[in-house]
């Protein structure tokens, strides 16, 4: 796939002036790992006649650098002709801080849940939202008791519909 036309925006993420980006074909931009992919995609869109589209490709800037990009597609009418328009950007800090942030996030759930002593974390409206092996066998309740609004007899009491903890199981 050739393409037609391209903003001073994407040159310079990309390195190229336009004319060295018009001269590309879309395969150009794609790290070689994803080629292979890019064509079964563009082959599974042409078969599905999929007028839109929004996934994350590895692409290659003219330093050979790589970077994760999310690309949105859809078919447009220009002089026309159709053709597809795609908005193209740089996700890699996003996808960077979704994995830190993922990594923290099993590092304290190994903490929390790896811990000899009791805890309970209630949230702002006083409802358990993580209770730990060590804080169920001191109550003596499954987990899903001290998170469920319902006591284990089903009844509810309705002036205090948060978990209870203690003897009112």
Same mark, same amino acid.
């Given at each position: 796939l050739k393409i037609i036309e391209v903003n001073a925006?994407?040159? =310079? =993420?990309?390195? #190229?002036s336009r004319?060295?980006?018009l001269a590309q074909a879309l395969s150009d931009l794609h790290a070689e790992e994803d080629n292979a992919e890019l064509l079964t995609f563009l082959n599974d869109?042409?078969?599905?006649?999929? +007028?839109?589209?929004?996934r994350v490709w590895l692409h290659r800037q003219r330093s050979g650098k790589v970077f994760d990009v999310q690309i949105t597609s859809c078919d447009? &009418?220009?002089?026309?002709?159709? !053709?597809r328009m !795609?908005?193209?950007q740089d996700v890699s800090p996003r996808l960077r801080a979704e994995a830190a942030e993922s990594v923290k996030d099993r590092n304290l759930? +190994?903490?929390l849940y790896g811990m000899?002593?009791?805890?309970? !974390?209630?949230? %702002?409206?006083?409802?358990?939202?993580f209770v730990n092996a060590a804080a169920c066998q001191v109550l003596?309740?499954?987990? &899903?008791?001290?998170?469920? %609004? &319902?006591? %284990?007899?089903? @009844? +509810? @009491?309705?002036?205090?519909?948060? %978990?209870?903890?203690?003897?009112? #199981?």
């Open positions: 925006a994407a040159s =310079k =993420k990309y390195g #190229y004319a060295e980006f869109c042409c078969k599905s006649n999929a +007028t839109s589209s929004t447009i &009418q220009l002089d026309a002709i159709l !053709v !795609v908005l193209a759930r +190994t903490v000899d002593d009791p805890l309970v !974390v209630l949230g %702002p409206d006083s409802k358990a939202i003596g309740l499954p987990d &899903q008791h001290l998170l469920d %609004p &319902q006591p %284990p007899n089903g @009844d +509810t @009491d309705p002036a205090h519909p948060e %978990p209870l903890l203690g003897s009112e #199981y």
